[in-house]
């Protein structure tokens, strides 16, 4: 058995962003990863420019800037009729730097190196077996790493950083209502994993680099067609990336043949049937199917980052930016209560409810208006054509949007 302050599982941006921060902060971090990095990872790769001031906190900027990786000065926003709406980067935030195009294989790399650099126990190939759980609350997981069995780390707060796989909050839900459940109660209400919006239909998102993509340079492209949408942005090496959602029905319908749905029903947005005419796939596709969005009532005894603590939606290419974010919240909130707890008995609960009030505050209004936007991306196309135009009338009101869709920066954590 052995101990740490803190156990996050998941080595994504979310995990990784509260593990450097934590041992920036002196504590006893381990990371388990059930991947072994670089790994492929399905995600449009748009890096939002706020990220880049994270990236900066974090101590990977130059790393970052460094990866070959491509600068993307704009976004253009299609309609089917091939009607475009532009939203310069800059209007994000984040200075003038613009948006990065990176690869997830590349970037989360990156950032993992970063915290084995400054002292956390980075575990990669080890999946969870399960939690630990004392007294109601988890206190610690048991990792299976490939060649060891199953080992117990035990910790005193643990961190859901699995991404939309909510793994521990998961198999806590699990241990937590069986301990109930044999004490003749059950966990019910804020214990349960409550999904909090769920779309009307299932969606699969697909994912390849390209070449021969013919969207214009330096621009991320979003193509709104019936039953979903995609983008086009360009990554390391010349290639571009597409990242596209469809309905679960189109795709049974195409034998879920990734190529197949891209000609045929994302390829009837006109601007996309231009700019990928001769494109072809020089990586294979991923895909994976979407369930649900929104935020997730996180167990006793555990806090939850990144797309484990609420999913956005992914077209406004904010989710990496939220993960790098909430892993600082989180951190902040954990430091803290390490920090008094050495001086006093000091109880984890409010640190934790600390945290879920600073989530509420930074997240939320982020999130419902993301739904808002998610709805219309789904409404009739002639109502997307609607909303182009009458967006194109003002400036103003783009950068507005363009800006609610984030918040101002989180200032660094003191130590
Ligand atoms: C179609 C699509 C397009 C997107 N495009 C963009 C975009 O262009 N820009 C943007 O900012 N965001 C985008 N996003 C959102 C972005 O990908 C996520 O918000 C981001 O990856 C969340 O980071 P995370 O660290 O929370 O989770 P993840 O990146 O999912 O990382 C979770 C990690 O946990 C590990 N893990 C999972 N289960 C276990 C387990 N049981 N044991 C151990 N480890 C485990 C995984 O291997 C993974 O490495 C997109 C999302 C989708 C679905």
Redesign the pocket.
Known sequence: MLDFDVII???????SSAAIHLAASGARVLV????RFP?E????????PE?LEHFARLGVLERMTLAGGAQVSQTVFYAPSGRGLTVPSAWFGGGARGALGLS?AEM?ARLLARARDVGVRVVED???AGVIVEGGRVAGVRLHASGEGVCEYRSRVTID?????R?VARHAARELNAGEESDGRRVEGSNRHVEKSRTRAALV?F?AHLEDARGAARTCEIYFYPGGYG?L?PVEGGLSNL?F?ARARDVRERSSDAERVMREVLMRNRRAARTLESARARTRWLG?S?ESFGRHAPAPGLLA????AS??D?FT???????LESGELAARAVARWLSESRRARAPFDAHARDYSDAYAERFHARLRLCSALRRAAFAPPQLAELAVMALNMSERVRRRLARATRRSALPSIQH
Do not use: N
């Open positions: 599982v998941g080595g994504g941006p979310a995990g388990a990863e059930q991947k790994r990872k399905l995600c449009g790769e748009f890096i939002s990220c997830r989360d080890a999946s969870l950083a699995t991404g939309r796989q793994a998102a994912k983008g942005s990242c959602i994976v979407i980052v990144g797309d484990a999913f956005i992914p290419g904010s989710g990496m930016l939220m993960a």
